[in-house]
């Protein structure tokens, strides 16, 4: 190996340690489908990410739902966000924080835009955000039809 290459290589190996240090390691729940009643759940190393939509999810209507943590530390309380994405489909950010509801219950409030191809398959990404890793669990669920 010469001196350039053996540079290169340290280089490249320096970065890649240094963008792992920088992020918190994510870590992916199994996918799941939503129920009819807009129930979602995914578990993965005894913590359980639940989803619930308290009123049909519909385009261009505001609608609540609730996310309960199972098996996570609350102290201090993590950082909850779902993102609302189409897949293979740029729908724009629909990211929203929830407010912590305390004993594991966030909630929040989204509004969907409507999908110029008229696609009603949507997926929620709930994304619990602690000190030592960023946790995420993607369910599948209809909007609007
Ligand atoms: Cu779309």
């Given at each position: 190996m010469t001196g350039l290459r053996?540079?290169?290589?340290?280089?490249?190996?320096?970065?890649?340690?240094?963008?792992?240090?920088?992020?918190?390691?994510?870590?992916?729940?199994?996918?799941?489908?939503?129920d009819g009643a807009g129930f979602c759940q995914s578990s993965r190393d005894g913590r359980r990410i639940t989803l619930r939509f308290l009123a049909p999810p519909s385009p261009l209507t505001a609608f609540p739902f609730e996310v309960h943590l199972n098996g996570f530390a609350v102290k201090p309380p993590p950082d909850v966000?779902?993102?609302?994405?189409?897949?293979?489909?740029?729908m724009g950010l629909n990211r929203y924080r929830l407010q912590n509801g305390g004993t594991g219950r966030f909630t929040g409030r989204?509004?969907?835009?409507?999908?110029?191809?008229?696609?009603?398959?949507?997926?929620?990404?709930?994304?619990?955000?602690?000190?030592?890793?960023?946790?995420?669990a993607r369910f599948g669920f209809r909007a609007g039809d």
């Open positions: 053996a540079t290169a290589l340290a280089w490249l190996l320096l970065t890649l340690v240094a963008c792992q240090s920088d992020a918190p390691q994510v870590v992916s729940f199994p996918d799941a489908e939503c966000q779902v993102r609302f994405e189409m897949p293979d489909m740029d989204a509004v969907l835009p409507v999908c110029t191809t008229g696609r009603h398959d949507w997926r929620a990404v709930v994304s619990v955000e602690s000190a030592e890793a960023v946790r995420e």
